[in-house]
C-alpha cells in the first residue's frame, strides 16, 4: 500500500523568492517518486522523477527535490519563483513493480509579483 | 515520439445521457492505460487501468466504465450520467514495466 501526503493545498510566494512544496509519502516498497505540474485546464506534465538514483533529482524549469528516505519525504524546491510558475503540483509515489501511480491532493502556488 | 490523444476537451451533457469519452496513443506499442478523474481539492482520482487489450481493473465502483478494444485506445463509457460524474477526466499511459505517466489534455464533463 501506498499514499502520499501533500502539506498545503495553497501556497503564496512572491516573485523571486525560494519556492518549497512538501511532499511526504508511505510505501510498503521501495518507492518511485514523481512530481508534475498542472496549467488550468490541461493535462498534467511531468517535472522529475526518482527511481533510486542520486536522491537529488533536478527537474525542468529549475526545479529540483530531494529524496530523504529517513524522513519519508520528497520535497519540491526551486531557488527562485517565476510569475509562470504558477500551477498545480502533484507529487505521486509507486512502488516498484506496480502498475499505479498514487497521487496527493495537490498544492496551488500563487507567486506574487 | 509518442503522442496521447483524448477528446472531446469539454462537454455539457445532461442528466441520464450515455457518455463516450475516447484516447488513443501513438508511437508506442502495449502501453499500460488509466483514466483519472479530478475533482477540486481531492487530487487524482484512479478510475481505471489495462495492461492489455480486453483487460481492464476498476479501482472504485461507480457508474462508470472502460473498455480497450485496440492496444492503443481507451474508452470510458456510462450508459446514464449522473450530476456527480461531473469533473475533469484524464487519460494517461506509462511503458510497460514504468510507472512514468503521461498525461492527455483532459476532457471537463459537466453534466446538468
Known amino acids: 500500500a501506498q499514499s502520499v501526503t501533500q502539506l498545503g493545498s495553497h501556497v503564496s510566494v512572491s516573485e523571486g523568492a525560494l519556492v518549497l512544496l512538501r511532499c511526504n509519502y508511505s510505501?510498503?516498497?521501495?518507492?518511485?517518486l514523481f512530481w508534475y505540474v498542472q496549467y488550468p485546464n490541461q493535462g498534467l506534465q511531468l517535472l522529475l522523477k526518482?527511481?533510486?538514483?542520486?536522491?537529488l533529482v533536478k527537474g525542468i524549469n529549475g526545479f529540483e527535490a530531494e529524496f530523504k528516505k529517513s524522513e519519508t519525504s520528497f520535497h519540491l524546491t526551486k531557488p527562485s519563483a517565476h510569475m509562470s510558475d504558477a500551477a498545480e503540483y502533484f507529487c505521486?509515489?509507486?512502488?516498484?513493480?506496480?502498475?499505479?501511480?498514487?497521487f496527493g491532493k495537490g498544492t496551488k502556488l500563487s507567486v506574487i509579483p | 515520439s509518442q503522442t496521447i490523444h483524448q477528446w472531446p476537451a469539454t462537454l455539457v451533457q445532461p442528466v441520464g445521457s450515455p457518455l463516450s469519452l475516447e484516447c488513443t496513443v501513438e508511437?508506442?506499442?502495449?502501453?499500460?492505460l488509466y483514466w483519472y478523474r479530478q475533482a477540486a481539492g481531492r487530487g487524482l482520482q484512479l478510475l481505471f487501468y489495462s495492461v492489455g487489450i480486453g483487460q481492464i481493473s476498476s479501482e472504485v465502483p461507480q457508474n462508470l466504465s472502460a473498455s480497450r478494444p485496440q492496444d492503443r485506445q481507451f474508452i470510458l463509457s456510462s450508459k446514464k450520467l449522473l450530476l456527480s460524474d461531473s469533473g475533469f477526466y484524464l487519460c494517461?499511459?506509462?511503458?510497460?514495466?514504468?510507472?512514468?505517466?503521461?498525461f492527455g489534455q483532459g476532457t471537463r464533463l459537466t453534466v446538468v
Open positions: 494517461a499511459w506509462t511503458p510497460t514495466g514504468n510507472t512514468e505517466a503521461f
Open positions: 508511437g508506442t506499442s502495449n502501453p499500460n
Open positions: 526518482y527511481t533510486s538514483a542520486a536522491t
Open positions: 505521486a509515489v509507486s512502488g516498484a513493480g506496480s502498475y499505479q501511480l498514487t
Open positions: 510505501s510498503s516498497v521501495p518507492p518511485y
